[in-house]
């Protein structure tokens, strides 16, 4: 591949040997709290030995970063605080997400662009198929790419000898994909029920507590848990999308977010709340899929849960799955408010997967 400019950026600080270097798409809520973390040096002393390097940072318009011997990340940070990377930045550049892809050398590249359903997952999907065919591992906490083009992704990565791995896109860091790939071997999931949407269940939660939805919506978007169009997450997409990735992922079935039977929030009222309330019950976005027939059948649907049932158990922006197989009872996994951190830790939890990836099999062409 032809040297470009931004292969050749001028190099500033070292970066040692046997470092990963790590293109980022995307510096919103979750690239910038990433990075927060990854640069904070005393703080999370278990992260020393992850040696990763970031050699790119791209936006849509906010202009990106590369430097192929390593950004300096507290600066990146600070400039962005202030609205930009500033214009006096070495690193600073106007390059697009595909021609980094395309072009920069990396060996992991993190997608965190936004999640689009009208372009069924574009253009992370194209994003994604350009690094694993350029033998580059991919995680993504973007959803769009594995739930709308998972086996085709797959496979890429499989013939490839690199990893596609998404433990952030459900659950955020809540080990889920490495629990399943590591701990359910020989277990076939034939059903899976969850509450899977943070903002719906945080909006139904307020609005018990006696809040508008509106209200609550504003808040969830000052937390950084809404997604970029929230109407995604009331109209029940950003669920269906976490299911379709579930079901691609754990159930080795084939299913897009069309082909689920949809709900959302958007017509609950107060009313419908606090009578369900008064009843002893509550309001909740349910996910629910079936494995037992040839199609997987999928559905996310407000549902009034009993007081007694364990989903009624998820308050604000928590969430929770329960999972069924063929040999063991069904058992929950569920996780408390989470928030940002733990969205970067699903992503850092994968780079450590990539990490022993990278020192077992050096099959990188480079
Ligand atoms: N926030 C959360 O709690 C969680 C989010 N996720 C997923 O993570 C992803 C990122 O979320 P979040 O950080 O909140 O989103 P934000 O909207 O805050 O940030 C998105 C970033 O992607 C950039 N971007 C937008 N379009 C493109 C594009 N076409 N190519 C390259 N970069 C682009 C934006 O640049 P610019 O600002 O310049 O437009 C921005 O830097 C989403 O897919 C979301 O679903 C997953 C789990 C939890
Ligand atoms: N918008 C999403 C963010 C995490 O995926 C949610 O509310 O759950």
New binding site residues.
């Given amino acids: 591949m032809a040297k470009s400019p931004h292969m050749r950026r001028a190099v500033r600080g070292l970066m040692p040997k046997n470092f990963m270097k790590a293109l980022l ?8 709290t990433l990075v927060e973390i990854l640069s904070d040096g005393g703080q999370y002393c278990k992260l020393k030995d992850l040696n990763v390097s970031i050699i790119g940072i ?5 202009g990106s970063l590369v430097n192929s011997r390593g950004i300096d990340l507290i600066r990146a940070l600070s400039e962005f605080r202030k609205g930009n990377f500033a214009a006096a930045n070495p690193d600073r550049c106007d390059l ?2 595909l021609n980094a892809v395309k072009e920069l050398e990396y060996d992991v590249m993190i997608e ?4 689009s359903i009208e372009g069924k997952g574009e ?2 999907v194209t ?1 994604v198929r350009e690094a694993l065919s350029r033998n580059c591992n991919v995680i993504t ?4 790419p594995v739930a709308f083009a998972y086996s085709e992704l797959m496979a890429i990565a499989k013939d490839k000898g690199v990893l596609l791995l998404h433990e ?2 459900v659950m ?1 860091g809540t080990p889920l994909f490495n629990m399943a790939r590591h701990c359910l071997r020989g277990a076939r999931v034939t059903s899976l029920e969850g509450i899977l949407n ?1 903002t719906s269940n945080y909006v139904l939660s307020m609005m018990e507590a006696g809040m508008s939805m509106d209200q609550a919506i504003t808040l969830a978007q000052k937390m ?5 169009n929230p109407m995604y997450d009331l109209e029940g997409w ?1 669920s269906t999308v976490k299911l379709c990735v579930l079901v691609n992922a754990l159930c080795n079935a084939k299913i897009t977010p069309f082909e689920v039977d949809r709900n959302g929030i958007t017509d609950i009222t107060s009313d419908q709340v606090q009578n369900a309330l008064r009843a002893g019950k509550h309001l909740k976005l349910i996910c629910k899929a079936k494995l037992d027939e040839s199609s997987p059948r999928a559905e996310v649907k407000v549902t009034e849960v009993e007081a007694r049932d364990i989903f009624s158990t998820v308050k604000g922006q928590g969430a929770m799955l329960k999972i069924y197989t063929d040999i063991m009872a069904p058992f929950v996994v569920s996780q408390t408010d ?1 928030t ?1 951190p733990d ?1 970067a830790y ?1 992503i850092i939890n994968d780079l450590f997967e990539v990490k022993d990836h990278i020192s077992l099999h050096t099959n990188k062409a480079g």
């Fill in positions: 798409i995307g510096f919103g809520n979750v690239g910038r791209i936006t849509k318009n906010h697009d997400a965190t662009s936004p999640l253009p992370a994003y906490a973007n959803k769009g952030a896109t955020d943070s950084g848990i809404a997604e970029k950003d989470p940002l969205t699903g």
